[in-house]
């Protein structure tokens, strides 16, 4: 991993890191994960230089050093993480092919880079910069996807992205569920573009389904249009539908009613 002292360093800071990751991260479990296994491999490999170690502080003198095998073990470190980042961030299956294919490309550059060496002597920076190359790469398509998040469409109950609910006073209306979730969205939460009219509800952490909204209008309202989204590890937002919440059937004042875009039977005084 490197000279003893630097790496005793860096594995104190991985430690700090890696705790503060759990408070400041609660929702990305896979973050924890990676964070506390490289900070493991950090710390027991401080424990493999513990000679080195020692030596240096009798003798006080700071020993450094670099070789291939750090910068390798440093690089894998670092292309684990980004994929850990992706799978966090990525919602569906799209990360998990991105992170085989990638994988299976870095041990293939690595093999095709070993013979390279080994047989027409191409240098190891050569080597190594190609594969800052296609580390850079795989970063880049990782940003791509977290941005446009190909896999995940939200919509409720498959009405698209813009429809009315014209609901009843005193009757619950039926939940408007929202598209199944990826596998990755670990924690969920709604967000509304503004205040939902009274009575209703959302409902984003359910054992029985996925997030829905629900509801018993218990009086009249204006008609409200809301934008409805759905967030998923407190980093991902996904917009589901415009929807207009509207009720007509006890209006009674013909103004009101139209107002409030409903319809008004001059004849029987009714808003509907």
């Known amino acids: ?64 050093y670099w070789h291939r095998e750090n910068s390798l073990s440093t690089y894998i470190f670092m ?37 390279l060496n080994k047989k027409f002597k191409i240098s190891f920076s050569i080597i190594f910069t190609t594969l800052i190359l296609f580390f850079i790469c795989v970063c880049i398509i990782i940003g791509i996807l977290f941005i446009i998040q190909p896999d995940y469409a939200c919509s409720f109950n498959d009405y698209g992205n813009s ?37 209703f509800y959302g409902v984003s952490n359910s054992d029985t389904s996925s997030p829905y909204i629900e509801g018993t209008p218990i009086k009249n309202f204006p008609t409200t249009t809301i934008n409805v989204y759905i967030t998923c590890v407190n980093f991902v937002k996904f917009y589901c539908a415009s929807i207009t919440f509207q009720t007509c059937s006890n209006r009674t004042s013909e103004i009101d009613c139209k107002q409030n875009n409903c319809q008004w039977n001059s004849s029987l005084l009714y808003c509907h």
């Not at 961030?89 to 490309?105: A, E, F, H, K, Y």
Request: charged content about 5%.
């Open 163 to 199: 429809y009315l609910l014209s609901v009843t006073l005193n009757e619950t209306i039926p939940k408007q569920v929202i598209s199944e979730l990826p596998w990755n969205c670990w924690s969920s939460s709604f967000e509304f573009s503004s205040q939902l009219p009274p009575g």
């Open 79 to 115: 292309f684990l993480g980004v994929l850990a980042l992706g799978m966090s961030v990525i919602m569906g299956n799209s990360i998990i092919t991105l992170s085989i294919v990638c994988v299976g490309l870095f041990f293939i550059l690595g093999i095709a880079g070993m013979l």
């Open 1 to 64: 991993m490197g000279p003893a002292v630097i790496t005793l360093f860096a594995a104190s800071i991985l430690s700090l890191i890696s705790g503060y990751i759990v408070y400041s991260l609660p929702k990305l479990p896979g973050m924890w994960v990676y964070c506390w296994t490289i900070t493991i491999v950090m710390w027991t490999s401080c424990w493999r230089q513990r000679n080195e170690l020692s030596e240096s502080i009798q003798t006080k003198q700071l020993v450094l």
